[in-house]
T-cell receptor, first 112, second 113 residues
Framework: KQEVTQIPAALSVPEGENLVLNCSFT??????LQWFRQDPGKGLTSLLL?????REQTSGRLNASLDKSSGRSTLYIAASQPGDSATYLC???????????FGQGTTLQVKP | EPEVTQTPSHQVTQMGQEVILRCVPI?????FYWYRQILGQKVEFLVS????????KSEIFDDQFSVERPDGSNFTLKIRSTKLEDSAMYFC???????????FGPGTRLTVT
């Protein structure tokens, strides 16, 4: 059964710092991995999708990498800003229907 | 930019009552999903839907739950007899292909009293 874990559970950094969020999954037979942002009480905003054949994806200050064989992904946020404060969720797609299996998230606070 | 919408944003119901949560997926999407998130817990998959039928359902999705696409735009989740433990945020998601990027709605917060 696929399990997704995110470390750390919470992170507090000063503005401007570069940071890395980690995601690991137990079954390497995934089709893709998606990173989301969730603000308190709100829905999930898709940040990046990495297909299983890809090693990384970039969008603005965000860079996500995928090492399928070791069951790991990282989300790199460059030059963090207070507006980046949110919970970041990692989810993998496995099985035949595209369902996503989520980690518990990393709650990020960027202090001005 | 097209987005997934959900109504209502918050629903309060009494235990044993039926509720219907509504979603309007992005118009050219073909694959639809419901997920839920109990407060403080992970987002959990409930059901996937394609070509007017359920393609996969989780253990959570028992006989109390049903989904329907009654017309070309709406996608609904019905809970027949709500329990206290059904209290959660329910998210609808859609995508253009099986392993495509999923787009989520803002969620419906269901509170069962």
């Amino acid at each position: 059964k696929q399990e997704v874990t995110q470390i750390p559970a919470a992170l507090s950094v000063p503005e401007g710092e570069n940071l890395v969020l980690n995601c690991s999954f137990t079954d390497s037979a995934i089709y893709n991995l998606q990173w989301f942002r969730q603000d308190p009480g709100k829905g999930l905003t898709s940040l990046l999708l990495i297909q299983s054949s890809q090693r990384e994806q970039t969008s603005g200050r965000l860079n996500a990498s995928l090492d399928k064989s070791s069951g790991r992904s990282t989300l790199y946020i460059a030059a963090s800003q207070p507006g980046d404060s949110a919970t970041y969720l990692c989810a993998v797609s496995s099985g035949n229907t595209g369902k996503l299996i989520f980690g518990q998230g990393t709650t990020l606070q960027v202090k001005p | 930019e097209p987005e997934v919408t959900q109504t209502p944003s918050h629903q309060v119901t009494q235990m044993g009552q039926e509720v219907i949560l509504r979603c309007v997926p992005i118009s050219n999407h073909l694959y639809f999903y419901w997920y839920r998130q109990i407060l403080g817990q992970k987002v959990e998959f409930l059901v996937s839907f394609y070509n007017n039928e359920i393609s996969e359902k989780s253990e959570i999705f028992d006989d109390q739950f049903s989904v329907e696409r009654p017309d070309g735009s709406n996608f609904t989740l019905k809970i027949r007899s709500t329990k206290l433990e059904d209290s959660a945020m329910y998210f609808c998601a859609s995508t253009t292909r099986t392993f495509g990027e999923q787009y989520f709605g803002p969620g419906t917060r269901l509170t069962v009293t």
